[in-house]
């Protein structure tokens, strides 16, 4: 609707994670870092927590999108509400394994077989779960059992583990320490601060190709007060006030016209965030 009117050449703060719109924070710079060398170094297992809407699932994407085929296999899972059969069915599925196995034996040895001839060939073989605090124990027990898929030298298959900060508080159950004893590399991603949150707005707003001074200096104040520096929260209020801003024929959006937004999308003149991290905020 607004496109045109901006300059924009796509929609600059939609919600569905785009790989071309990522900006790597410091937050998020220190979150890729560990992922890739939990990755590279073949730790075996890496643990990423981080509340709803920090860009979890943005960084994985893109960090999955810089690993070249040849090097790497890869495969995501996103739907981790899944029985041990159903899981080990949708990895074989995710790597391409063709196999008429049916039990969790014979899943477990194709997969076995698929990880040695990768390993031969020199490739990398990363699974990826994402909204990993639905697991249900029993799952993840499975999936500490495919760590011990390995060499004499290396394990075979890298398990990145994605989840809200519920994940945190699962692993560190008692029936779950063999698991979480065997997690080498570890991450909290927190929200942006404040030089982040404006570089995070004005950079989507130049990938999309319009002006990225079009919001104000107050007005952008006024979006990290009220997100916390949380991505997904800050699309939301952007999306909006650009919207009111082409309803009032302006082209630049103000301090007043985000308060406006704030409204609009129903979050209350103190948010979630600021009750939650209030006194971390300015």
């Known amino acids: ?3 045109e009117f901006y300059g924009f050449q796509e929609k600059p703060f939609t919600l569905t994670p785009n790989p071309r719109f990522v900006y790597l924070s410091r937050n998020h710079r220190e979150v890729f870092a560990h992922l890739l060398y939990g990755i590279e170094d073949r730790c075996g297992f890496v643990a990423i927590t ?7 699932t943005t960084v994985l994407r893109t960090l ?3 690993l070249d085929d040849e090097n790497y296999r890869l495969a995501f899972i996103f739907n981790p509400c899944l029985s041990v059969l159903d899981l080990l069915r949708s990895i074989q599925r995710e790597f391409g394994i063709e196999s008429d196995a049916a039990a969790v034996g014979d899943l477990i040895h194709a997969l076995n077989e698929f990880l040695l001839q990768q390993r031969r060939e020199g490739r990398t073989v990363v699974l990826v779960i994402d909204e990993a605090q639905n697991l ?3 799952v993840l027990e499975q999936i500490r059992l495919l760590s011990n898929l390995e060499t004499d030298t290396d394990k075979l298959i890298q398990i ?3 989840g809200q900060p519920e994940l945190g508080t699962l692993l560190k159950r008692r029936n779950m320490r063999q698991l979480n004893q065997r997690i080498v590399v570890r991450y909290h991603l927190g929200t942006m601060d404040q030089h982040d949150t404006r570089e995070y707005v004005r950079h989507r707003l130049k990938i999309a190709g319009g002006d990225d001074e079009i919001i104000t200096p107050a007005a952008l104040k006024k979006i990290y007060r009220f997100s916390g520096g949380l991505p997904r929260l800050i699309n939301v209020l952007c999306g909006r006030a650009l919207l009111l801003g082409y309803s009032q024929d302006s082209k630049i959006i103000t301090a007043r016209m985000v308060a406006a937004a704030i409204t609009e999308v129903g979050l209350p003149r103190k948010s979630w965030v600021q009750r939650l991290f209030g006194s971390l905020l300015p």
């Open 50 to 56: 981080g509340e709803v809407g920090t860009g979890k």
């Open 160 to 162: 990145v583990l994605v």
């Open 1 to 3: 609707m607004y496109l």
């Open 136 to 138: 249900d124990p029993s």
């Open 64 to 66: 999955l999108d810089d």
